[in-house]
């Protein structure tokens, strides 16, 4: 297995761990610092901009206020199964099937994402997330 691969299931292996009530015996600081260790100083996150928390996202505190923004839009119900690809040059596709509630509806719904990550000194440096509809999650978070 590559390193960029190992380097991105252990960031998303810690980031589904950082989810309230992960069992863990861990504080919330406690696994936020442990993600944050993961993502190189200036990240970047690209996501459409036809969600509600869509746009870019640069730095650990881009990560933050996308991760405030999502939270005030899903609850994440499941993650579903994950798999992933070498794509070279320190690139990883990442295929994902998670189920997700709205937070303004509480309507749920489930779907396919594909990330491609870039990894960088051994952080997630680039997340660009790919929906297989997003007009379906609109439609799930709008009364």
């Known amino acids: 297995m590559s390193e960029a691969i190992e380097v991105v299931k252990r ?4 980031a589904t761990r950082s989810m309230p009530d992960d069992g863990s015996g861990k504080s919330a600081e406690q696994r936020l610092a442990e993600l944050l260790e ?11 901009n036809s969600l509600p928390y869509g746009g870019e996202y640069v730095g650990h505190e881009g990560f933050l206020a996308l991760g405030e923004r999502f939270g005030k839009t899903w609850q994440v119900l499941d993650n579903g199964a994950a ?9 990883v596709l ?3 099937n998670p189920t997700f509630k709205s937070v303004a509806t ?4 489930s779907f ?4 491609i990550l870039t990894v960088k000194d051994g952080r997630i440096a680039q997340l660009t997330p790919y929906y ?3 007009v379906e999650l609109v439609n799930a978070v709008t009364p």
């Open 132 to 134: 297989s509809d997003t």
């Open 112 to 115: 396919r994402v594909c990330e």
């Open 106 to 109: 509480g309507r749920t719904v």
């Open 94 to 96: 990442g295929l994902y």
């Open 11 to 14: 960031y998303a292996e810690t």
């Open 38 to 48: 993961l993502l190189d100083p200036e990240v970047r996150f690209s996501v459409p």
């Open 83 to 91: 798999g992933y690809t070498d794509l070279g040059d320190n690139r």
